[in-house]
């Protein structure tokens, strides 16, 4: 076996940086349990996974998770807040 | 419990996406109705992993995992397991196939020397022989 490629899409980039995945995407804000955004929402999963997927074509290092941010995602869900 | 210190083998891609075939493999517990669901009484975790078929109609897939709110995915399991919008992927030409098989297993577990060593390479070895993937996307919950 030569190995096989692999791009990980994770809503847990300090737990999985730990783990140092040879390539990872983080969707900013995206909840556990939304890896690819809320249900239904087709267009946005379709737009995560083409750009998990174009990271096997990119330069990545293990550990380096790639932050992107989905503002349609915020219509879904908003996470909380803290108070000052 | 004991903590696996190795890091990940890097395997680099060499090919192109739309001539490339893409499998997935998800900790986030799906599996197929008809299947056995994952054990969520054994508190160390479920070390098992489950097949699922290219063809596989997304309606009939169902989420076993007690450590996240799987509410969503219940809904639309495309938002742990995206085989419909690889589908899609393949419909415009994005990727040229969906994998002949994937893989479902419970991301939790205290056994973390036996998932290393025993089911992470048994999901390696499912994926290399049969499905003709030529990379993998993974997914947790």
């Known amino acids: 076996m030569k190995g096989i490629p692999t791009v990980l899409i994770t809503v847990s980039p300090e737990v999985s940086a730990q783990m140092r995945p040879p390539r990872a995407l983080y969707p900013k804000g995206f909840k556990i349990g939304n890896s690819m955004g809320g249900p239904g929402m087709r267009e946005l999963q379709g737009q995560v996974l083409r750009e998990a997927l174009s990271l096997l074509g990119e330069n990545t290092r293990p550990g380096q998770v790639i932050t992107r941010e989905y503002p349609v995602y915020r219509e879904y869900h908003e996470p909380p807040r803290v108070r000052n | ?141």
């Open chain 2, 1 to 141: 419990m004991s903590i696996s210190r190795k890091c990940v083998p890097f395997t680099p891609f060499e090919g192109e996406l739309a001539r490339s075939t893409i499998a997935i493999v998800t900790a986030g517990g799906v599996h197929l109705n008809e299947q056995e669901p994952f054990n969520i009484a054994d508190e160390l975790g479920d070390l098992t992993y489950r097949i699922i078929p290219e063809g596989v109609d997304s309606s009939q897939l169902h989420v076993t995992h007690h450590h996240y709110d799987h509410t969503d995915a219940d809904k639309d399991i495309n938002v742990v397991f995206p085989i419909d919008v690889l589908r899609d992927l393949q419909a415009h030409g994005f990727i040229k196939g969906v994998a002949k098989k994937h893989v479902g297993y419970m991301g939790y577990t205290m056994q973390l020397k036996a998932m290393y060593e025993g089911t992470a390479r048994e999901i390696a070895n499912e994926i290399d022989k049969g499905s003709q993937a030529d990379a993998v996307i993974l997914t947790g919950g």
